[in-house]
């Protein structure tokens, strides 16, 4: 055993969180515009060629970075600016196509664009991709362009840059208009003179590429026009739903043509047609159901369709994407009614319009809007503005951002992948694990010195420890830290506590080898991180037995004072035993002071007459939980395979463990509190909120109330020598926000969090039946935070803040809180219904305030900031989740209902991320 604890880290940096609504844009008829792009307010109709005049504005993108890009059409420019402007007429920062935002220079070559037409960028934003429609060509930027004037880096339509000719073949444009670049990298060019669409498998690389799927045509020859599904004249623009869908703006044939997935092979026929009643038709017309010349659609992350309708004036929304022929839209944009169709329609004002050409929806839901006579870029909606937070990351702890030192200052090193096992104390630190990228600053694979563990005290962000570098605590020479865990562990005063491996080497003092390689290292005592024990220790009551090694993930902690803690942790034995045990250490200042043995295996279970404790330090014994004042709880496994639950209070120091129950058949479990005589059979999933109360999973043999195996599973509470209750129980009715007739049914182990309250996943059987088949049977999860025991949601329920969405599934419950009026719940689900795309935007995350109606506070497919720009979010995840029994889970919500969750972006970026 090593008394010796060393320093607490420095400070520096600062933490993260932007997240924006789930929900769609709330949009109402006529409604104005928040802001202009081009003009100095929304009268105004200047033609100056300058830096804050969009002329022509046609198309129009926003990079995954931020930065906005409109093509100015007649000039034959692209307008950049840095990031979305956030005031109106505000001026762009560069121009290309141009050398300058002056220049009137016409032509064709690299630098020099004739007329632009539409623009896109890469799926990671670094390129810019633009057609040149009178030099039937394209250009693409492999970086987007930082000064005036830069030219691009390649052409399509044409094999060099001087050349504009058109043609109708694979390599050969005419007159194309739009371009859009899927998530996926395919690249989707409208080739109006041609009457199709050309799409290439991935953005070119040289000049001249040829196509790999014409869509609107037989062939790569073929260019004639026509209405039928599988034909088109002159199309404009396109876009692509987040569930896969292609829709495309038909000019000419005054209609949008939609596919259900992008076409692979040529000449596919589209499946739905809108502004027409059927496919054969190309009829105009100013209503509800008819375009007069659409030129531009986009989808918003939620489903929403917007149509840029040209010669109508105006843009009509649809709710979601229509799945029928001849689809009624729900919202006009520029114009009073469905009927109306002027220019301007009561002068030049926020909300009229006049020859629109692109709409784009961008991932915070706000719609762009540009026209070329109408000389602006117009947004409508607002960025959800975020909730308050004490810290935020700033978006810092994300792929390929610099991460900091142990004093908080730039390590030279960037964050690679980040892993699911950050957790966040309930005093607001935060602690996760994460690797650093590989040939930044020195990182290598070999020798190991690419993992990490940060901590963030609510102040700054500091490296805690990292493969490589000296190891807390373990000799005159110290070791290096090799492997590093996954799974953290922090405590409610925010102090941190790991199991990790060191480097096997002689050139330590001591020498490291196999037999002392592992220890666990904990912030307990504050006074730095130092090491509680290490492999090849002696165990002080059963000398001289040694630590032989630890079992992984099984250790609990508390902050019991200014600078003393408890630990508990799972071993097995060497020395003279290979038993596995529980121990306790006590640590005052920098010193361990105490270690005892709470249960050793093959000694005798107390209280249970001839059962001895089994093996310890298995998985089933991952479940050690400790309270904030150190009363200790664990499940155990007897010799025979018998489940328990045993307690050990904080004082008097060295306590035994106390049998909480023990299960086993209908003649040797224990008998269930409340069940008329019921036994336990099985037990499971213990929780401990504070005061030494326990909260734990039983399922019961078929005797007592439970003859007829109906009530045989439910969630007791209590505390060892006070007594236990059943708080939920299957078979349980009339709950709060239960359907009449409905029973509660099989359960899963939750949390309880300081106040002794909790959250459950459980089955609610819905036909009160005694069974649960699936579905007319679902999920649910049940709380009692804010004091009554309800039905918070189920599978079926209009999910909260999803625009008319419904929960698809419900999963892994959390809670939080201190002080009665501030307990949460929070749980995550999947979406289903209205505007709801599998793998884009199905999942979110919902919080509770003493058990109210739940809101919405993440969901994939929303734009999150980060210290990159803002970034569309793929996934996130919780520790634990997608699991039925907690075992290493760590709490993820903080007193104030603060949520850490990892998350993914669609660029294949991860983050720790804290939400508000």
């Known amino acids: ?157 044409q094999t060099d840059f001087v050349t504009a000719t058109a043609g109708a073949t694979a390599a050969k444009l005419d007159t194309p208009t739009g371009v859009f670049v899927t998530s996926g990298g395919k690249l989707i060019i409208g080739d109006r003179g041609n009457n199709r669409l050309l799409v290439f498998n991935s953005i070119p690389t040289t000049n001249g590429a040829a196509a790999d799927v014409v869509i609107g045509q037989p062939d790569m020859t073929t260019k004639t026009f026509g209405n039928t599904a599988n034909k088109m004249n002159a199309p404009a623009r396109c876009t692509l739903s987040s569930d896969g869908k292609l829709l495309v703006a038909d000019e000419i044939n005054h209609r949008v043509l939609i596919f259900n997935t992008v076409p692979t092979t040529n000449g596919a026929s589209a499946d739905v047609v809108i502004g027409q009643t059927g496919f054969g038709s190309s009829t105009f017309g100013t209503s509800a159901t008819k375009f007069a010349n659409p030129a531009g659609v986009s989808v918003s992350p939620t489903g929403q369709l917007a149509v840029s309708d040209f010669n109508n004036n105006r843009v009509l929304i649809y709710n979601t994407v229509p799945t029928a022929h001849g689809a009624t839209a729900d919202f006009v944009l520029g114009q009073p009614d469905f009927t109306s169709s002027a220019a301007f329609n009561g002068g030049v004002s926020a909300h009229s319009m006049a020859s629109l050409q692109s709409v784009l929806f961008i991932p915070d839901g706000r719609l762009l809007v540009a026209g070329n006579v109408m000389h602006r870029l117009m947004i409508f909606g607002a960025p959800t503005t975020p909730g308050p937070v004490a810290s935020s990351f700033g978006g810092g702890a994300v792929t390929a951002a610099n991460s900091p030192d142990a004093a ?120 730095g991180l130092g090491i509680l024990m290490r492999e090849g220790d002696t165990i002080p009551p059963v000398s001289p037995l040694q630590i032989g090694a630890f079992a992984s993930g099984c250790f609990a902690t508390a902050h019991t004072g200014a600078s003393t803690g408890e630990a508990a942790f799972a071993v097995t034995m060497k020395n003279g035993s290979t038993d596995t045990a529980i121990l306790r250490a006590s640590i005052n200042g920098p010193t361990v002071t105490t270690v005892g043995v709470v249960a050793r295996e093959n000694t005798a279970m107390p209280g249970v007459a001839g059962e001895l404790f089994g093996n310890l330090a298995g998985s089933y014994t991952d479940s050690l939980r400790m309270d904030p004042t150190g009363n200790l709880c664990f499940v155990a496994l007897s010799a025979s395979n018998r489940e328990s639950i045993w307690y050990q209070p904080a004082s008097p120091a060295g ?208 734009t999150m900031a980060t210290s990159q720009g803002p970034k569309t979010i793929f996934k996130f995840d919780l520790p634990a989740s997608n699991t039925n029994e907690r075992r290493w889970e760590q709490p993820v919500m903080d007193a104030t209902g603060r949520i850490l969750v990892l998350v993914t972006f669609t660029d294949n970026a991860t983050s720790e991320a804290l939400i508000p």
């Open 408 to 527: 908080g200052a730039d390590s030279g090193t960037k964050f690679d992948v980040l892993k699911r096992g950050g957790y966040i104390a309930q005093n607001g630190n935060i602690i996760f694990p994460g690797f650093l990228l590989v040939g930044t600053g020195g990182v290598t694979l070999s020798p190991n010195n690419y993992m990490g563990l940060w901590k963030h005290n609510g102040t700054s962000l500091n490296l805690l420890a990292r493969s490589g570098n000296d190891a807390a605590e373990t000799g005159t020479t110290a070791a290096k830290w090799d492997v590093l865990p996954l799974t953290p562990a922090i405590n409610d005063s925010g102090e941190v506590t790991f199991l990790a491996s060191l480097v096997v080497s002689g050139a330590s003092t001591p020498a490291t080898t196999v037999d002392n390689d592992t220890g666990l290292w904990s912030e307990l005592g504050a006074t």
């Open 1 to 157: 055993m090593n008394p010796h604890r060393s320093r607490r880290l420095g400070t520096a940096l600062s933490l993260l969180v932007l997240v924006s609504s789930a929900s769609g844009q709330p949009f109402t008829n006529n409604m104005d515009a928040a802001l202009v792009v081009g003009q100095p307010n929304f009268t105004a109709q200047n033609t100056t060629r300058d830096q804050s005049t969009t002329v022509a504005a046609t198309g129009c993108a926003v990079s995954a970075t931020g930065k906005l890009a409109v093509v100015d059409l007649s000039i034959g420019r692209i307008m950049l600016w840095n990031a979305i402007p956030t005031a109106n007429g505000a001026p762009a920062n560069v121009v290309v196509g141009k050398s300058s935002f002056t220049d009137t220079t016409t032509g064709t070559s690299a630098s020099v664009m004739m007329r632009g037409y539409d623009v896109a960028f890469s799926p990671d934003g670094s390129k810019l991709i633009a057609s040149d429609t009178l030099n039937n060509r394209v250009l693409i930027w492999n970086t987007v362009p930082t000064v005036n004037g830069a030219g691009a880096s390649v052409v399509i339509g």
């Open 655 to 862: 306590s035994p463990a106390a049998k909480a129950f023990i299960a086993g058949t209908a003649a040797t479990g224990d008998t269930a509190p409340g069940t008329g005589g019921a036994t336990f059979k099985n037990i499971k999933s213990p929780a401990i909120g504070s005061g030494g109360t326990i909260s734990f999973r039983g399922f019961l043999n078929n005797n007592g109330d439970n003859a007829g195996g109906a009530k045989n599973d439910g969630i007791w509470r209590g505390t060892v020598g006070g007594g236990f209750t059943c708080i939920l129980r299957r078979g349980d009715s009339a709950l709060p926000g239960m359907a009449i007739g409905s029973k509660v049914g099989n359960l899963w182990g939750g949390w309880l969090n300081r106040l002794n309250h909790g959250a459950w996943k459980g089955w609610e059987d819905t036909a009160g039946d005694g069974v649960s088949p699936f579905p007319a049977d679902t999920y649910a999860i049940y709380t009692d935070v804010g004091g009554t025991m309800r039905a918070l949601v189920r599978v079926g329920d209009p999910a909260p803040g999803a625009g008319g969405a419904t929960l698809a599934s419900v999963d892994h419950p959390v809670v939080s809180g201190n002080a009665p009026g501030t307990e949460h719940v929070a749980f995550l689900g999947t979406l289903s219904g209205a505007g709801v795309t599998a793998g884009t935007n199905d999942k979110a995350l919902w919080r509770s305030l003493n058990g109210a109606a739940p809101t919405l506070v993440l969901r994939t497919g929303s």
